[in-house]
Structures are given as C-alpha cells and as structure tokens.
C-alpha cells in the first residue's frame, strides 16, 4: 500500500466515523507497512492503541479490503523511536497545550423557566432545583437518569445557569463523558496529566452528562472514579446522568457504581399525555409569536400529545416541522395537514394500539358482544358504541378510513365518515360521551 492509498482510505475513515473520531485518533496513526497480510500501524501510546484496536480495528481493516489490499488483521504497535520520516523525524512536535477551556456549552434556551413540570419528572426537577440553589451539599452525587429526550440534559443545562448567575464565582463544569474522555485521552498523548488532574479537582460543581457512555472503557472509568472521589471528598458538588440506573449500567465497575449510588438517584420517567400536552402549549405560545397569523385548529396539539408519545425531542421537532410546512404553504393547520406533514413520525411513534383492542375495550366498557360491534344490528346501544370505537381507532391507529372499516364488518369508508363526525359533535354536547372516551383512551394506552 502506497501512502497515497493510506491517505485515500483515511478520507473514507473520516466520513464514516466523524471528523471528531478522526482527529483524535485515525490522524495519529502511522502506517507502518503489511506483512503477510497483517497492516502494521504505529501509535503513540498503549492506551491508545488498546482504544483503536477495540473501537476501530474493524472499520480500518474494512476499508482496507475494500480498497482491494487484502489483509486478515491490524495491527498497532507502540512507536518507540520517532518514525524516520516526515518532519517529526528531526523536530518533535511540540505538544499541543491542552485546551484551558474544559466543559461544553450551554445552551441559553434550557432553563427552569422553558422546562415544563409534569408528574414524570417532578421529583427530579425538585432535586435540580435544589442544587441549583447552591445550598450546602445535601446529596452528593445527584444522579439524573432515563430515556432519551426526557429532559436530563436540559435540567442540567437549568442547574448551571442559575448556579452561574447567582455565584458567578462558582467553577461549574458541564461536559459529556464523551467529552471527558477525549480530554483524558488527550492529554495522555500530550503528557499534560498534571494539567488534566488539576484542572479537574479545581472545579466547584462539576456535571457529566451520559456517563453510560464511559462503560468499558477501562483507563478513563480509572480517571473518572479518582477524579469524582477527589471532588467528593472536597465536599463539592457532582451531578450526573445516564440513560439508566446506575447499577444497570453494563461493565461499569462495580465501585463506581456504588459511589454513584450514594447520592440521591432520580429518575425521569416517560412522558404522559398532561405533561407532553403541556410542552406543546408552551412551544406553540413561541411558535404564535414567530409565525403570526397562522391559525391552529382546535385539537391538534391534543392530537399530537396522544399520538407521539416516544420522546420530547421527538415531539418538539413534530411541531417545528408542522409549523414551518404549514407557514411554508400558508394554510391553517388542519388535522389533515399535520396528518400529511408528518407522516413518517406518526408511523414511527404509532404505539401499535390495534382496531381489535379497540373493539374489545369499547364493548367491554358499554356492556355489548364484540360480536355486535361488527355486525349489521342498527340499534342505538350497539351503534353508539361501534361508531366510538371507530372514532377511537381514527385517533389511536394509523389505520386509514377503508382500513377501519373493514375492521368493522366491511362496512363503507363513508360509514366511518359518519360515525366519526357524530361522536366529534357529541363529545361537545355530551359530558359523558366525553368522559367515556377519555376513560377509553387512557385504558388503551396504558
Ligand atoms: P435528554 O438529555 O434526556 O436526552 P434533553 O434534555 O436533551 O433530553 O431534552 C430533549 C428536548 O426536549 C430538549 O429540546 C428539551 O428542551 C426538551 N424538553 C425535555 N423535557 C422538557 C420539559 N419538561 N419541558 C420542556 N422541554 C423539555
Ligand atoms: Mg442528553
């Protein structure tokens, strides 16, 4: 392989695993040469060698192949002398000075203020609250987990400014553990230990945002463990979160993980349809002032906090979609347009509530045979019911109005028409038709 090739594979290197990744650690890499279909690399040090041979051995050697040099393994040895070409070879580099600025940045728009309070998260919003009065240290660490786009990097994010706008003092360090790695990996390989150490134990409150991510990665869990013993032991405040428990987290040593426990742990569980409902509010009241004179029929935002229940990013960016389409082509946001518009997130989310249940839970409810829901018998107590189920399965299904009606002894798409306007009218007039569906909803969707 030519130099040329090496330099041809590593511009496919960089697409596929990110300028980030690249830099860090594809860019120190020194080809060595292939012997006896072994690719031979030099790196600079043993840990980074350990980290590229497990993360990207397999991406390197895939490209390899690909180019058409056929090899069965990579290799990566530590350089002991200077490689003898390029300029290294008669000037050392001079190590780069390891960045003083740690942490990430926040983002101005997470604040307490924007972050809407439910029954999922209440009690993790209370502990953030908490620590972002800066009061003695209560509970050390406070440990936020749960699923993706539930709020825990904005609650973070809140804790931070307020700390920082009430004791500008105060050293607070938000960063990711993908970011805490890269600094520890870096300055290994710059010899800037004595930096790293201090300028982490010089810290006031400091934040580690998805610590899952440091699972298995041995050196800098190492690094990490000292690191928050050091803080604790100063009495400083650590708050961190992770997309789970922390002793559900795989091959994260046992002793970090009990240290991680010792604080307070706090879940945010998934969303419900008040808490989802009460985001959409607050967005939109944003999105009105934006895009003036659009007008959102009534409905939709109720609409969207049934249908996308996966997560808060997801129905954040439902409702920036919807309002930029429907500002885009100026027309009213109608249930069909949001329908049209965001299609693909409503496949996507569809919690897989199927006609059936719907069919069983309503005759359930009013008493009938399921039997009855789909036969041709015309009686009010039977079509009441029946055209409330079809009501339901328009609202909870992705099913379209032939597919519904189907469902329900073959009957017209006009049928469904029909018996969905007529419970849409009543559910105005009648308190108890109303109070039934929601009943109805809230048993489905549990
Ligand atoms: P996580 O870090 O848990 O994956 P984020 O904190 O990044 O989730 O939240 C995802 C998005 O949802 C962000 O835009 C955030 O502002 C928003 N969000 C999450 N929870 C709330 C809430 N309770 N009120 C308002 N916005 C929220
Ligand atoms: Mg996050």
């Not at 992770?242 to 307070?264: F, H, T, V, W």
């Not at 109720?302 to 885009?328: D, Q």
């Not at 069909?336 to 409503?346: F, K, M, R, V, Y």
Request: aromatic share 8%.
């Amino acid at each position: 392989m030519t130099n040329n090739m090496w330099d041809e594979i590593r511009q496919q290197l960089q697409e596929t695993i990110g300028a980030n990744n690249y830099s860090t650690w594809i860019e120190p890499l020194e080809f060595s040469g292939i012997a006896d279909g072994v690719a031979k690399f030099w790196v600079p040090t043993q840990f980074f060698g350990n980290w590229i041979r497990r993360n990207f051995a397999d991406q390197i050697k895939h490209h390899l192949n690909t180019t058409g040099i056929a090899i069965t393994r990579v290799e990566f040895a530590v350089a002991k002398h200077t490689p003898a070409k390029g300029p290294a070879a008669t000037k050392p580099a001079t190590p780069k000075p390891l960045a003083r600025e740690i942490g990430a940045s926040l983002d101005s728009h997470f604040t307490f203020d924007s972050f809407v309070v439910g029954k999922p998260n209440e009690l993790a919003h209370a502990a953030a609250k908490r620590v972002s009065e800066g009061g003695p240290v209560t509970f050390n660490p406070l440990f936020l987990y749960g699923g993706v786009g539930l709020g825990k990097t904005h609650l973070m994010h809140a804790i931070a400014h307020d700390l920082k706008k009430h004791q500008p003092d105060l050293n607070v360090i938000y960063l990711s553990a993908e970011q805490f790695m890269y600094s520890f990996v870096q300055a290994l390989r710059d010899r800037k230990m004595m930096d790293f150490k201090h300028m982490f134990r010089s810290v006031d409150v400091l934040m580690v945002d998805d610590v899952q991510f440091i699972a298995g990665k041995d050196s800098t869990q190492e690094e990490f463990f000292h690191t928050f013993n050091a803080l604790v032991d100063q009495n400083k405040q650590i708050i961190i979160s992770a997309d789970r428990a922390p002793g559900e987290i795989m091959k994260l040593e046992e002793r970090i993980k009990s240290r991680l426990q010792c604080g307070l742990v706090v879940d945010l569980h998934p969303t419900d349809y008040e808490l989802r409902l009460g985001i959409l509010q607050q967005k939109v009241e944003y999105y009105r002032n934006q895009y003036k004179g659009l007008v959102l029929a009534d409905g939709i935002l109720e609409f969207l906090a049934h249908r996308i229940s996966s997560n808060i990013r997801v129905l954040e960016g439902a409702l920036t979609r919807l309002f930029a389409f429907a500002s885009l082509v100026g027309r009213e946001i109608t249930l069909e347009l949001t329908q049209d518009c965001l299609a693909d997130i409503l496949r996507a989310s569809d919690r897989k509530i199927t006609i059936g249940e719907i069919q069983r839970k309503v005759s359930e409810h009013y008493n009938i045979r399921l039997s009855d829901m789909i036969g041709p018998r015309r009686m009010r107590t039977l079509a009441r019911p029946r055209q409330i189920a079809m009501y339901l399965a328009k609202q909870l299904t992705s099913r379209s109005l032939p597919e519904i009606g189907r469902h329900f002894g073959g009957r017209d798409h006009t049928t469904v028409i029909h018996g969905i306007r007529k419970i849409t009218e009543l559910k105005e007039l009648d308190s108890q038709i109303s109070e039934d569906l929601e009943l109805l909803r809230r048993s489905l969707e549990a």
